[in-house]
């Protein structure tokens, strides 16, 4: 029996999403039925990688022109406006926008340099203030008003790490920057909320994971008793994404991470 397409005939756009956590997301909003623009930084990597999404998606001719690509750096101010002004060139409006995109180069804090903690704030938190606001913008202009937009952040936001001094406070940043949106937005039925990934393996952390020392201790922490697959982030982002599932919520802080936060506490 074929699962429920829940997000049928809704248009997605979401930053990042060719690789790890966005392209898991953009490939189950694609299941359910939704129309999905990808953004990514236009290398030729990133292009092949989104031409496998195709395939993966069941083929061309299976999906048709419901997946595109649009590339550009988040960090640059522009890249928003022009991500969401090819959604709606191409099908009239925006209902979901998810700010996805981000960068983190495990090192010690003493050893982060000006560069590295500037090209980590300005893609993973400025990156996401220009990108929602253009969404926003759209949102509420459109007819009838209104969509939902998901901004990941991280379990990060709420507890510290020793190599991650750059990238924490751009994930704690991100959750205050949604929870602010729902209190500016909701006049416009704009909702917003965050997803807050555990120790997921993604090409961020991959190293790490493949230390059987080291992914047995991550595991030893997690009640669940293993690490997360970008996939576990793809029901709680449709959850989201869905007017029916979750029309009410807004202003939230969805942990997902097999329980990790609340053993730490």
């Known amino acids: 029996m074929a699962s429920p397409q829940l ?3 809704k248009t997605m756009a979401i930053t990042g ?11 189950s909003y694609l299941s359910h039925g939704a129309n999905v623009a990808v953004n990514h930084l236009g290398d030729e990597k990133s292009h092949s990688e989104f031409q496998s999404m195709i395939s993966e998606a069941g ?4 999906i048709g022109d419901r997946l595109i690509e649009v ?7 522009k890249t928003g406006n022009r991500l969401i002004g090819e959604v709606v060139k191409r099908w009239g409006r925006l209902d979901v926008f998810i700010s996805n995109a981000g960068i983190c180069e495990f090192k010690e804090f003493l050893d982060i340099t000006t560069d590295l903690w500037t090209s980590t704030l300005t893609t993973n938190l400025t990156g996401a203030f220009h990108t929602i606001q253009s969404a926003a913008q759209q949102m509420r202009s459109q007819s009838p008003p209104g969509g939902s937009i998901i901004g990941i952040s991280s379990i990060s936001a709420l507890v510290g790490g020793a190599r991650q001094a ?4 751009t994930k704690a940043g991100i959750l205050s920057l949604i929870q602010s ?9 704009i909702r917003c909320n965050a997803l807050l990934p555990g120790t997921i393996k993604t090409q961020l952390n991959d190293k790490d994971l493949e230390d059987e020392e080291k992914r047995r201790y991550m595991e030893g922490r997690i009640p669940l008793g293993r690490t997360g697959t970008t996939q576990d982030l793809a029901g709680p982002a449709v959850f989201l994404g869905c007017e029916a599932l979750s029309g009410y919520v807004t202003g ?4 997902v991470d097999g329980g990790l936060f609340v053993n730490l506490q």
């Open 7 to 9: 997000l049928l005939s």
């Open 17 to 27: 999403g060719v690789t790890g956590i966005g392209r898991a997301i953009a490939l």
């Open 59 to 62: 083929g061309q001719d299976k």
């Open 71 to 77: 590339v550009g750096d988040v960090g640059d101010p």
């Open 166 to 169: 750059h990238y924490t406070p």
């Open 181 to 189: 949106c729902a209190c500016a937005l909701g006049q416009y039925n």
């Open 252 to 255: 939230a802080q969805l942990l």
